[in-house]
Protein backbone atom coordinates (compact mmCIF):
# COMPACT_ATOMS: atom_id res chain seq x y z
CA UNK A 1 0.00 0.00 0.00
CA UNK A 2 1.41 3.09 -0.83
CA UNK A 3 1.89 6.04 1.13
CA UNK A 4 -0.04 8.64 0.70
CA UNK A 5 0.32 11.13 3.63
CA UNK A 6 3.71 12.18 5.53
CA UNK A 7 3.02 13.67 9.09
CA UNK A 8 5.77 15.49 11.12
CA UNK A 9 4.89 15.38 15.06
CA UNK A 10 5.46 18.23 17.03
CA UNK A 11 4.56 21.14 19.50
CA UNK A 12 3.31 24.39 17.67
CA UNK A 13 4.28 27.66 18.71
CA UNK A 14 7.72 29.05 18.69
CA UNK A 15 9.01 28.08 22.25
CA UNK A 16 9.25 24.52 20.74
CA UNK A 17 11.38 25.43 17.29
CA UNK A 18 14.51 23.74 17.29
CA UNK A 19 13.84 21.26 19.99
CA UNK A 20 14.97 17.23 20.14
CA UNK A 21 10.69 16.81 20.22
CA UNK A 22 9.81 18.94 17.17
CA UNK A 23 12.51 17.06 14.94
CA UNK A 24 9.57 15.87 12.97
CA UNK A 25 8.49 19.49 12.01
CA UNK A 26 12.02 20.81 11.46
CA UNK A 27 11.91 17.66 8.58
CA UNK A 28 8.81 17.91 7.05
CA UNK A 29 8.99 21.85 7.23
CA UNK A 30 12.85 21.24 5.13
CA UNK A 31 10.63 18.78 2.37
CA UNK A 32 8.38 21.50 2.31
CA UNK A 33 10.65 24.32 1.40
CA UNK A 34 12.74 22.19 -1.02
CA UNK A 35 9.61 22.04 -2.98
CA UNK A 36 9.02 25.50 -2.11
CA UNK A 37 4.90 24.99 -1.16
CA UNK A 38 3.72 27.03 1.65
CA UNK A 39 2.01 26.03 4.53
CA UNK A 40 -1.96 26.56 5.23
CA UNK A 41 -3.53 26.28 8.32
CA UNK A 42 -6.25 23.44 8.27
CA UNK A 43 -9.13 23.50 10.77
CA UNK A 44 -10.69 20.21 9.95
CA UNK A 45 -7.52 18.51 10.07
CA UNK A 46 -6.45 19.95 13.71
CA UNK A 47 -3.12 20.89 11.85
CA UNK A 48 -0.88 22.34 9.05
CA UNK A 49 -0.52 21.13 5.68
CA UNK A 50 0.47 21.30 2.50
CA UNK A 51 0.88 19.38 -0.55
CA UNK A 52 4.36 18.39 -2.54
CA UNK A 53 4.89 15.86 -5.74
CA UNK A 54 6.63 13.17 -5.29
CA UNK A 55 6.88 10.78 -7.51
CA UNK A 56 4.70 12.22 -9.82
CA UNK A 57 1.81 12.22 -7.64
CA UNK A 58 0.38 14.31 -4.66
CA UNK A 59 1.32 13.97 -1.35
CA UNK A 60 0.08 15.96 1.45
CA UNK A 61 2.18 16.96 4.66
CA UNK A 62 0.65 17.95 7.86
CA UNK A 63 2.21 18.93 11.10
CA UNK A 64 -0.60 18.40 14.27
CA UNK A 65 -1.03 21.25 15.95
CA UNK A 66 -2.77 19.54 18.78
CA UNK A 67 0.28 19.16 21.04
CA UNK A 68 2.40 16.17 21.04
CA UNK A 69 0.46 13.98 23.46
CA UNK A 70 -3.07 14.17 21.42
CA UNK A 71 -1.28 13.78 17.55
CA UNK A 72 -3.63 11.14 17.22
CA UNK A 73 -6.74 13.67 16.70
CA UNK A 74 -4.91 15.29 13.53
CA UNK A 75 -3.94 12.40 12.18
CA UNK A 76 -7.52 10.71 12.80
CA UNK A 77 -9.39 13.27 11.44
CA UNK A 78 -6.83 13.19 8.33
CA UNK A 79 -7.49 9.02 8.01
CA UNK A 80 -11.25 9.87 8.32
CA UNK A 81 -11.57 12.82 5.95
CA UNK A 82 -9.37 11.33 2.98
CA UNK A 83 -10.40 7.18 3.98
CA UNK A 84 -7.01 6.16 4.57
CA UNK A 85 -5.56 3.18 6.22
CA UNK A 86 -2.87 3.65 8.99
CA UNK A 87 -0.19 1.60 6.21
CA UNK A 88 -0.73 4.73 3.95
CA UNK A 89 0.37 7.28 6.24
CA UNK A 90 4.02 7.72 7.44
CA UNK A 91 4.82 9.60 10.43
CA UNK A 92 8.25 11.80 11.25
CA UNK A 93 9.47 11.54 14.70
CA UNK A 94 12.16 12.02 17.78
CA UNK A 95 13.15 8.47 18.86
CA UNK A 96 15.54 8.67 22.28
CA UNK A 97 16.61 5.09 21.84
CA UNK A 98 18.95 6.42 18.39
CA UNK A 99 21.61 8.50 18.71
CA UNK A 100 21.48 12.22 16.86
CA UNK A 101 22.20 11.50 13.28
CA UNK A 102 20.51 7.98 13.06
CA UNK A 103 17.44 6.89 11.95
CA UNK A 104 15.50 3.88 11.44
CA UNK A 105 12.03 3.13 9.42
CA UNK A 106 9.32 0.59 10.94
CA UNK A 107 6.09 -0.63 9.88
CA UNK A 108 4.76 -0.98 13.43
CA UNK A 109 5.57 -1.75 16.58
CA UNK A 110 4.90 -0.53 20.32
CA UNK A 111 5.13 4.09 21.62
CA UNK A 112 8.10 3.13 22.96
CA UNK A 113 7.66 5.83 25.42
CA UNK A 114 6.71 8.41 22.95
CA UNK A 115 3.47 9.82 23.77
CA UNK A 116 2.70 11.06 20.78
CA UNK A 117 3.01 7.53 19.04
CA UNK A 118 0.96 5.97 21.85
CA UNK A 119 -2.04 8.60 21.13
CA UNK A 120 -1.48 7.37 17.14
CA UNK A 121 -1.98 3.87 18.26
CA UNK A 122 -4.86 4.45 20.41
CA UNK A 123 -6.69 6.28 17.95
CA UNK A 124 -5.82 4.55 14.32
CA UNK A 125 -4.01 1.79 15.35
CA UNK A 126 -0.20 0.75 15.23
CA UNK A 127 0.36 -0.08 11.87
CA UNK A 128 1.78 3.14 10.19
CA UNK A 129 4.87 3.82 9.03
CA UNK A 130 7.39 5.13 11.26
CA UNK A 131 10.14 7.32 10.51
CA UNK A 132 12.15 7.84 13.36
CA UNK A 133 14.75 10.17 13.65
CA UNK A 134 17.70 9.47 16.08
CA UNK A 135 17.96 12.75 19.28
CA UNK A 136 19.58 11.08 21.64
CA UNK A 137 22.53 11.68 23.33
CA UNK A 138 25.50 9.40 23.79
CA UNK A 139 26.63 11.06 26.94
CA UNK A 140 24.74 10.26 30.55
CA UNK A 141 22.47 13.09 31.49
CA UNK A 142 20.81 13.84 34.75
CA UNK A 143 17.82 15.27 33.19
CA UNK A 144 14.49 14.07 33.46
CA UNK A 145 12.81 12.40 29.83
CA UNK A 146 10.20 15.09 29.71
CA UNK A 147 13.57 18.19 29.69
CA UNK A 148 15.78 16.09 27.91
CA UNK A 149 13.18 15.88 25.07
CA UNK A 150 12.11 19.72 25.55
CA UNK A 151 15.96 20.65 25.14
CA UNK A 152 17.42 22.30 22.35
CA UNK A 153 20.77 20.00 20.23
CA UNK A 154 24.12 21.01 21.32
CA UNK A 155 25.66 22.62 18.60
CA UNK A 156 27.70 19.04 17.69
CA UNK A 157 24.52 17.42 17.66
CA UNK A 158 22.67 20.16 15.28
CA UNK A 159 25.76 20.12 12.63
CA UNK A 160 24.92 16.31 13.25
CA UNK A 161 21.16 16.57 12.10
CA UNK A 162 21.69 19.22 9.44
CA UNK A 163 25.13 16.94 7.56
CA UNK A 164 22.17 13.97 7.38
CA UNK A 165 18.96 16.00 6.44
CA UNK A 166 19.46 15.36 2.67
CA UNK A 167 19.17 11.77 3.48
CA UNK A 168 16.33 12.37 5.59
CA UNK A 169 14.49 13.91 2.86
CA UNK A 170 15.85 11.80 0.13
CA UNK A 171 14.42 8.56 2.72
CA UNK A 172 10.84 10.24 2.81
CA UNK A 173 11.30 10.22 -1.58
CA UNK A 174 12.36 6.75 -1.25
CA UNK A 175 9.65 5.29 0.69
CA UNK A 176 6.94 7.24 -1.92
CA UNK A 177 8.71 6.11 -4.89
CA UNK A 178 9.79 2.53 -3.67
CA UNK A 179 7.47 1.84 -0.68
CA UNK A 180 8.21 1.61 3.28
CA UNK A 181 9.30 -2.16 3.01
CA UNK A 182 11.79 -1.67 -0.49
CA UNK A 183 12.90 1.48 1.31
CA UNK A 184 14.04 0.05 5.09
CA UNK A 185 16.89 -1.82 3.52
CA UNK A 186 18.53 1.47 2.11
CA UNK A 187 17.24 3.73 4.85
CA UNK A 188 18.48 1.78 8.25
CA UNK A 189 22.12 2.10 8.10
CA UNK A 190 24.62 4.42 9.82
CA UNK A 191 24.75 8.09 9.51
CA UNK A 192 26.90 10.69 8.36
CA UNK A 193 28.96 12.63 10.45
CA UNK A 194 29.36 16.59 10.68
CA UNK A 195 31.36 17.72 8.55
CA UNK A 196 33.62 20.14 11.09
CA UNK A 197 32.94 18.75 14.51
CA UNK A 198 33.34 21.46 17.15
CA UNK A 199 33.15 21.55 21.09
CA UNK A 200 29.74 21.41 22.43
CA UNK A 201 27.88 24.38 23.48
CA UNK A 202 25.01 24.83 25.50
CA UNK A 203 22.22 22.76 25.67
CA UNK A 204 19.30 25.45 26.36
CA UNK A 205 15.99 23.78 27.32
CA UNK A 206 12.51 25.17 28.40
CA UNK A 207 10.53 24.81 31.42
CA UNK A 208 8.48 21.76 31.63
CA UNK A 209 4.78 21.28 29.78
CA UNK A 210 2.35 19.15 30.02
CA UNK A 211 1.52 18.93 26.52
CA UNK A 212 4.15 15.95 25.52
Known amino acids: MSVRVIVGLGNPGPRYDGTRHNIGFHIIDALAQAAGVNWRDEPRYRA ?3 TVTLNNRPVLLAKPQTYMNASGR ?8 LKLQ ?11 QIPVGGLKVSLQGGPGGHNGIADL ?24 LTDFVLSRFTDVERATVEANLVRYLDGLRMIIAQGPVLAMNSLNQKPKPPPEPHEPHGNEKLPRDDHL
Do not use: M, N, W
Request: hydrophobic share 35%; glycine share 8%.
Open 86 to 96: PAEICVVYDEL
Open 121 to 144: IQRIGPKFVRFRIGVGSEEKTSET
Open 48 to 50: HTT
Open 74 to 81: AVGEICRY
